[in-house]
């Protein structure tokens, strides 16, 4: 009986997925269509995650190249895939200072702001009911709180965060609408004036639903008040989700690499109101880190210490 019980632990052990152990949370990577030729990528991919975001084939330079013309064919692709595999799907992203069309970056003034709406609107209207939720304004501040200078920023100040929350709940009112940064994962100056935006948007009744907390990381940087900048946020009613995650070894062993992940993951589930963590690209094979190996499998997909470790902190 003994050696029946190891065994069956030893086999459920093997098949256990990062999904069968996100009860609490969700566990989500970004994915790209272009890579589904590769089989691997794919099982993977289904086998071990709940939700995805992806890439690039929702940011608006893919879906709207020109003025009304919109091409939704690779954003399509992820959203099939992901309703084949029950994984939830974080839009990404609709307005942002990058990977703007060129025929955007020429217009001003009211003619501007009516194209943000419209390609909001049609971008969420599209896949109303099929996205959890979404990035709806991504980057905006610089690293010390200020707002960065950008065609929305020039143009509109920070009107155009309320406006293009509103259209885009006015085309969804079923999806968590979040805005997103990065190093804003420790309580600092940009995640001080992040903190003080969404208050203002709260308080004027903006649907404002969430905030996304990038985390590229690095072994020997992860920040000590990760859970305490989190909950800063989730105390204005705010859900808080860490949306971009990878983590570079930084010159250190996998191992410790393994910690690091396990040190962000325990952060959210720490944290109530932390809904889930998404890594950003799951293996080192088309990883946008080419410097550094930063993600949980390796380019071969041969899983480092850092699955087991995001496994165990998911239980």
């Known amino acids: 009986m003994l050696k ?55 940011k608006w330079d893919a879906v709207e190249p020109s003025q009304g013309n919109y091409n939704y064919g690779q954003a399509d692709q992820l959203v099939q895939f992901a309703q084949q595999n029950g994984m939830k799907i974080r839009g990404h992203t609709l307005v942002w200072h990058s990977q703007v069309p060129g025929w955007v970056n020429g217009l001003s003034g009211d003619t501007l702001h009516q194209v943000m709406i419209d390609h909001i609107t049609n971008e969420v209207t599209r896949y109303k009911g099929s996205i959890y939720a979404w990035d709806v304004v991504n980057e905006m501040f610089n690293e010390d709180g200020s707002y960065r200078q950008s065609i929305w920023y020039n143009n509109f100040q920070t009107q155009f965060v309320a406006d293009a929350f509103t259209a885009a709940a006015a085309a969804d009112p079923g999806a968590k609408l979040y805005i997103n940064d990065y190093n804003i994962e420790s309580i600092n100056g940009k995640s001080t004036g992040l903190l003080n935006l969404v208050t203002q948007l709260k308080s004027q009744g903006v649907p404002i ?20 900048n989190l909950q800063r946020f989730t105390a204005l009613g705010l859900e808080v ?69 995001i496994e165990q902190a998911l239980k």
């Open 4 to 58: 029946l019980l190891i065994l069956l632990t030893i086999l459920g052990s093997i098949a256990a997925h990062l999904k069968d152990n996100a009860n609490q949370i969700y566990i989500g990577t970004a994915l790209s269509p272009s890579h589904f030729s590769d089989a691997q990528y794919q099982s993977i991919a289904a086998a071990e995650f709940n939700s995805l975001t992806p890439e690039n084939e929702m």
């Open 209 to 228: 639903h969430g905030v996304g907390f990038q985390a590229h990381l690095a072994v020997g940087q992860i920040p000590s008040d990760l859970a305490a």
């Open 241 to 309: 989700a860490i949306t971009e995650l990878d983590i570079k070894q930084n010159g250190q062993s996998q191992d410790a690499q393994a910690q690091a992940y396990t040190q962000v993951i325990n952060a959210c589930t720490s944290t109530s109101g932390c809904v889930g963590v998404t890594i950003w690209g799951f293996t080192d094979k088309y990883s946008w880190i080419s410097s550094d190996n930063a993600c949980p499998w390796d380019g071969n997909y041969q899983a480092k210490p850092a699955v087991s470790a």
